[in-house]
């Protein structure tokens, strides 16, 4: 179970990374910052699929997302100067939190 969040892990950062590369790529127009962001991006998806057989896809979506959302959030604010309200912090960790709760009782789910 390790190795499948280390992969989950893993392709919440190649997806924040390429996220990352968005702005700087200029449209695309901008060839090694476009060639990393794909790299980023489809090695993200590969990691996904691994963690797709041990975990139930809703899991893996609510973490992949949550967390992206709030590293983007947080490095848009570093690296890009973008602004945060105090009431956008207080949702970011809501997302964590969610996140959290939502792993934390993966294993007791309800079956239907």
Same mark, same amino acid.
């Given at each position: 179970m390790f190795k499948t969040y280390l992969f989950l892990v893993? #392709? !919440?950062f190649c997806e924040v990374a390429g996220t990352m590369l968005l702005p700087i790529t200029q449209? /695309? +127009?901008? &060839? $090694?910052?476009t060639s990393f962001l +794909?790299? /980023?991006? %489809? +090695? #993200? /998806? @590969? %990691? &996904? +699929? /691994?963690v797709v057989t041990k975990l139930p896809i809703a899991i893996v979506y609510a973490t992949w997302s949550g967390l992206g959302i709030f590293t983007? #959030? !947080? &490095?848009?604010? $570093?690296? @890009?100067k973008q *602004? %945060? *309200?105090?009431? *956008?912090v207080v949702g970011l960790f809501l997302i964590v939190i969610g996140? !959290? &709760?939502?792993n934390s009782f993966t294993n007791n789910s309800v079956k239907f």
């Open positions: 893993g #392709a !919440i449209n /695309f +127009t901008k &060839l $090694i910052p +794909t790299i /980023f991006y %489809l +090695t #993200a /998806f @590969y %990691l &996904l +699929t /691994f983007i #959030a !947080i &490095l848009g604010y $570093i690296f @890009y *602004s %945060l *309200s105090w009431q *956008s996140v !959290i &709760l939502v």
